[in-house]
């Protein structure tokens, strides 16, 4: 489904990586490991095609992304590090929004599910300012709970400012994801154990593995 192709990054004057190359089928978990600065977030910002790549390109079912445009992005789900939450919406409303931005039809009862299982009831209608940062992290990975339809989730350092039953449900949403027979991308510097059939590892500065 997903494929790089002898991937080079640039950033600076400094190379992150070169010749990185993998393949990830549906079904199938790949978690990019590395020191920090070792291009883990760019790498996955190269597979949203939010960054260009110095060299090599990045194919969707066999189309680069960079043709498909729209087309691709409405296929994947993109957590990044930063929450991309706005303080002043509450989780239920900066919710509602990105489900109407990503084009999707969940309502308030599916949202409201959403939050509960990221263990956010009674917190969906106060202004996520008043939030922790393990809670406003928790508002931002419920859009894996209403994502389930979409074949590729990439996700970046998801269990950050968690709380062990929160790393616990991302775990169980992640691994049911792949079980649904979706890729996903991750990266982690926490030692956790997703369940999932199909696995890759690339460490970054280093050969795979």
């Not at 192709?5 to 070169?18: A, E, H, K, P, Q």
């Amino acid at each position: 489904m997903l494929e790089a192709t002898d991937l080079r990054c640039v950033r600076g004057n400094r190379m992150l990586f070169s010749g990185l190359n993998f393949a990830l089928r549906g079904g199938e978990l790949l978690r990019v490991a590395g020191v920090n600065g070792s291009g883990k977030t760019s790498l996955l910002r190269i597979l949203c095609g939010l960054l260009a790549p110095a060299e090599g390109e990045v194919r969707w079912r066999g189309e680069n992304i960079r043709a498909l445009g729209e087309e691709y992005c409405r296929e994947l789900l993109y957590i990044g590090h930063a929450n991309a939450v706005k303080d002043e919406l509450t989780p239920m409303e900066n919710l509602m929004v990105a489900c109407t931005l990503a084009g999707m039809n969940n309502g308030k009862t599916e949202v409201g599910d959403a939050l509960c299982r990221l263990g956010l009831a009674g917190y969906e209608d106060l202004p996520v300012k008043v939030l922790s940062q393990g809670q406003r992290r928790r508002v931002a990975l419920a859009r894996l709970a209403l994502s389930a339809a979409l074949p590729l989730w990439i996700v970046d350092e998801p269990f950050i400012a968690l709380d062990a039953d929160a790393v616990e449900e991302v775990q169980a949403l992640i691994a049911e994801h792949v079980a649904r027979g979706a890729a996903v991308v991750l990266t982690t510097h926490q030692e956790v154990e997703i369940t999932a059939v199909l696995k890759q590892r690339i460490v970054l500065g280093l050969r795979a593995a």
